[in-house]
């Protein structure tokens, strides 16, 4: 069965400045991908930036595939198109069964707001009800291992300790939704310090193998090597290859 089917894909992003800007400015523009809507402006000069180029593949179902490429090369659009984030230019895009976008674990934290109320506030977020996040209270907990904080606001946290504490909720509540579809954009590599990132890609192992068809973004070639069935190498947002993970990763590699 095919969980995605992706056919013919463009993407572009309008990048805007004015005309006496300095050099500096305009490529700082060019990188953020800065858009703005159009305006009577007469100084203003608009340019289009092709950031998916005529991209077509097919994911079935149980399925892992990994994303590689350099810094720009359309990796995380790919992935927002999926995800029905940004709508393509052109193109098309079918997905069959339920699916979950996941981008890292640094952001949803309401700094005013307690460990606790955090919890529920993000389980709400993802779909559960306050009985559902209730069952897993103790375990997202116990996992974050911040039993002693659950009454803090989250201002008074470390980096590290909104990392775990980020990871733990999402995860926990990802196994209540059980998607059909998982899209993973560098998620495996950022939370907290060394010994929860290995609770936690094990913790990720149990997803990645459970039968979701998985699109993984990740520049640890050694995590798409190890639980990818085909990658796909992109390169100024067009397919430069598709592939058995160790040929393709080798080839990127040398060329590299």
Known sequence: MKRITISHLNKKFSISYKENQSALAKLIMVFSRYVKKPTEDRFKISNKLHVIKDI????????????????????????????????????????????????????????????????????????????????????????????????????????????????????FCLSQRNPDILLLDEV?????????????????????NGGSTVILVSHDLGTIEKYCDRVIWLDHGAIVKIGKPKEIIEEYISNN
Request: net charge negative; aromatic share 10%; hydrophobic share 40%.
């Open 56 to 171: 077509s593949f097919e994911a079935e179902a149980g399925e892992n595939i990994g994303i590689i490429g350099n810094n720009g090369s359309g990796k995380s659009t790919l992935l927002r198109l999926i995800a029905e984030i940004y709508r393509p230019d052109s193109g098309e895009i079918r997905t069959e069964g339920t699916m979950v976008y996941l981008a890292g674990f640094g952001q949803g934290l309401q700094p005013l707001l307690t460990m606790r109320e955090n919890i529920y506030l993000m389980g709400a977020m993802m779909g559960l009800s306050q009985k559902e996040i209730g069952k897993r209270f103790d375990s997202i907990v116990e996992f974050a291992g911040l039993k002693d904080f659950v009454n803090t606001r989250v201002y008074q946290f470390s980096s590290g300790m909104s990392a775990r504490l980020n990871f733990s909720v999402t995860i």
């Open 188 to 208: 495996l590599n950022g939370a907290g310090d060394i010994d929860f990132q290995h609770k936690a890609v094990s913790k990720m192992e149990e997803f990645i």
